[in-house]
C-alpha cells in the first residue's frame, strides 16, 4: 500500500515537472519570440527613419525649387521607396508652415521664417513570431523636419567702365554714358542698353527670382547687392536708391520685387567728361580733372576713359576702376549686419577683368598728389599689379598690391571664423564663395605687351580661381581647379563665360548647387 502510494505520488510530481517544464518552455519561447520581434520592430524602425530622414530632404529639395504638395510628396515617395519602404502615398503626410492657421505650428512657423518641411510616415512593420498567434503586422509612425537652407546671398557685381565691352572700340554703345541712358523707360525690361551689362542685369534677376520665390511676409531668405567700380565708388545698393555711389549702409532685401527693380536700375560707372573736352551730349565743355574722365576726339567720337591729373603726374592709380577687394570687403561686411547664424552665407562675385584697384588708405587724398598712389598700390607700377600672381604679399609691405588686397579680401569672406585652414591668412566669415569671369580680359595674360604677366598666368582668372577655391571649403589651398590649365574650364567653385548670353547658364548652375541640410 505504501510502495503503490510513493509510486502514485512520483508519477504525479513527474507529471507536475513535465508540466513546469512545459510552461517554462512555452514562457522560454514567447520570451525568446518577444525578444525577436522587438528587436526586429526596432531594427526596422530605425530603417523606417533614415528613409523617412530621406523622404523630408528630398521634399525638402523640391521645397527650394518651390515645387507643389503633390511633387514634394511623389520626391518624398521615392526616396522612401528606395530605403526599401513600399509605403501607400496615404501614409505619407507633408507639412509647411501655414501661417494663415490658428494657431500656427510653432515647430514649423518660426521667427524668422525658415523652409522647414515635416515628412511623417504611417507604416506597418511585420512580426516574426507573433504571426503564429495572429499578430501579423505592429504599426509605426517615424517624422523628420528638414530644412530648405535659409540663405542669406550677396550679389557682387562690377560696374566699371569696361563692361560696355561688347560694344566695338569707339562706337558710341562703347560708351557708358551713352549706352546708360539709352531706353530709359525699360521697354525691353531693362533700362539701359550697355552690353554685357544688361545681359548682366537679366541673369541676377532670374537668379534672384529663383532666391526670394515668396511672399515677402512668408519669404526666409535675403539677398544683398554690392557694386563696385573704382576705390571710391564701391557700395551697397539701397532698393530706393539703386544708382546712390555712395552708399554706406548695409541693406538686405526680402522682396523678390524690390530686389529686381534694384538690379534693374544699376549702370555701368560713367565719370565726367575730361576737362576742355567737349561733351557730345550736352554740349558743354568738360570739367573732369581727377582720376578717370569720358574723352572723346574733336568729332564727338569716345575714345575711351582717360585721366588728365594721372598723365600730368606720372601716377596711373586713380584712372583704376575694377576694386575687387573693396567688393568683397563690402560683401564680408554684409554677414556683419543683422546676422543669421542658421542661414546658408552665399557670396556670388561677378567681374569682366583684374584687379587694378584698391580701397583709399586713411592718409590718401584724392587730389593731392603728394598723396598718391591711391588705395594699396605698389609706388612704381601704374595698374596697381606688380605683374606677378603668384607672388603674396602682406599688408604694408612695399610690393603689396591690388591682386594681393583681393586675395585677402577673399579670406575675409570664405576663410572660417574659428579654427581656419592652414592656408588662410587671416579668420573670415565662413560664406561659400561662387565667382565669374566675364569676357576675354579674364583669361587675358597681356603677352606681347607691357602688362605682361611674367609667369604667362591671366591676372583675372587666376585671382577668381583663388576667390572661388577659399569659397569652396574655407581652404585656398585645396583647389578643385588645380588639374585645370585651361582657364576658360567650370571647376569647383569658379565659373567662365566667354560673353554675356552664356550667364543665365552659369547663374543657373550656381542655383542648383544650393542645397539642403536635415534639422533633425
Known sequence: MVKEKISSFRDSSRGQALIIVALAFVGLLA????????????????????????????????????????????????????????????????????????????????SPPRKLVRVTVNAQIDTIFFNVVGIHQVAARTTAISEAASMDVVLVIDVSESMTFEASAGTPLRDPYYCNHQDPSGADGYPGE???????????????????????????????????????????????????????????????????????????????TCQGVTDPYTGATGTTYWGPCRNYDSSGNYTGLYCQACDANGEWSPYMTTNIGGGLKRAGNMFAHETREDALWI??????????????????????????????????????????????????????????????MADFVGCFPTNPAAGCANTGQGSVIFTIGLGPEVTNDYSGTGLAEVNGIPYGADLLRYIAAVGYDGNPATDPCASHSDYTDWCGNYYYSPSGAQLNRVFEDIASRIFTRLKK
Open 31 to 110: 520570451f525568446v519570440g518577444l525578444t525577436t520581434d522587438l528587436g526586429y520592430y526596432f531594427i526596422m524602425r530605425g530603417n523606417l527613419q533614415r528613409a523617412t530622414d530621406a523622404g523630408a530632404l528630398a521634399a525638402a529639395a523640391q521645397f527650394r525649387e518651390g515645387r507643389t504638395f503633390d511633387e514634394m510628396k511623389a520626391a518624398a515617395l521615392d526616396a522612401i521607396r528606395l530605403n526599401g519602404f513600399s509605403t501607400d502615398p496615404s501614409d505619407v503626410i507633408i507639412e509647411v508652415c501655414d501661417p494663415t492657421a490658428s494657431p500656427p505650428d510653432p515647430e514649423l512657423c518660426t
Open 194 to 272: 550697355c552690353q554685357p551689362f544688361e545681359k548682366v542685369k537679366e541673369a541676377a534677376v532670374n537668379f534672384v527670382s529663383k532666391i526670394l520665390d515668396n511672399s515677402a511676409a512668408f519669404e526666409q531668405d535675403r539677398v544683398a547687392i554690392v557694386a563696385f567700380s573704382d576705390g571710391i565708388h564701391s557700395w551697397y545698393v539701397d532698393p530706393d536708391h539703386p544708382t546712390d555711389t555712395t552708399n554706406t549702409t548695409p541693406v538686405w532685401i526680402s522682396d523678390q520685387g524690390t530686389a529686381i527693380q534694384a538690379i534693374k536700375q544699376l549702370t555701368v560707372y560713367e565719370p565726367g
Open 347 to 408: 557670396t556670388v562675385l561677378l567681374t569682366d577683368g583684374l584687379a587694378n584697384a584698391t580701397d583709399l588708405e586713411n592718409t590718401d587724398i584724392y587730389t593731392d598728389p603728394s598723396t598718391w598712389p591711391l588705395g594699396f598700390c605698389p609706388d612704381w607700377v601704374n595698374l596697381c599689379q606688380d605683374n606677378d600672381t603668384t607672388t603674396r604679399h602682406v599688408s604694408g609691405n612695399g610690393q603689396y598690391d591690388a591682386d594681393d588686397y583681393a586675395r585677402d
